[in-house]
T-cell receptor, first 109, second 114 residues
């Protein structure tokens, strides 16, 4: 079945530093979604990427979908303490989402 | 307010005692699913439902049952819970399937089986 791998598993940065998490799939994805889960919270949808090579921005967050639609990344510029949480990518199949294991981001002030 | 509601939020039970975790959504979504979240393993899908009376297995269905008799409700049933089912459980819903639609998650149910 489809496997989605995400790295790094954990990252600790100083406030103001940049952060990137990477997602790789064993198969070509139709779409990919990104979610954020705050500590003690539930996953919240951030964005969906559909097209090969697509780049989308949400304020300080930049999402990219690879040309081959097998990898994706989320980059946060100038992290803030409010960015703390676990970021998940999810490969979109016909009827299911396959989640990566997530990257936990810790931001120190 | 649009939401997915799970109950209970916390549950401690004993091995073998049947339990049900309820999930209800008020957004008229067709698709609902259950996930379990374990440290280091991320979110793994247990069961999903494309619509009323239509359910299918996810990646880790063993030991679980579901039903979808009404569009808004999708309960998760553990007939004989075991300690390896201790986990954080999330219910999610989306408008139709998962393609091109975001999933809305409930607040989670933390289950401990002793």
């Amino acid at each position: 079945g489809q496997q989605v791998m995400q790295i790094p598993q954990y990252q600790h940065v100083q406030e103001g530093e940049d952060f990137t998490t990477y997602c790789n799939s064993s198969t070509t994805l139709s779409n990919i979604q990104w979610y954020k889960q705050r500590p003690g919270g539930h996953p919240v949808f951030l964005i969906q990427l559909v097209k090969s090579g697509e780049v989308k921005k949400q304020k300080r967050l930049t999402f990219q979908f690879g040309e081959a639609k097998k990898n994706s990344s989320l980059h946060i510029t100038a992290t803030q303490t409010t960015d703390v949480g676990t970021y998940f990518c999810a490969g979109v199949g016909y009827s299911t989402l396959t989640f990566g294991k997530g990257t936990m981001l810790l931001v120190s002030p | 307010e649009a939401q997915v509601t799970q109950n209970p939020r916390y549950l401690i039970t004993v091995t073998g005692k049947k339990l049900t975790v309820t999930c209800s959504q008020n957004m008229n979504h067709e698709y609902m699913s259950w996930y379990r979240q374990d440290p280091g393993l991320g979110l793994r899908q247990i069961y999903y439902s494309m619509n009323v009376e239509v359910t299918d297995k996810g990646d880790v269905p063993e030991g679980y049952k579901v039903s979808r008799k009404e569009k808004r409700n999708f309960p998760l049933i553990l007939e004989s819970p075991s300690p390896n089912q201790t986990s954080l459980y999330f219910c999610a819903s989306s408008v139709r399937g998962v393609v091109d639609t975001e999933a809305f998650f409930g607040q989670g149910t933390r289950l401990t089986v002793v």
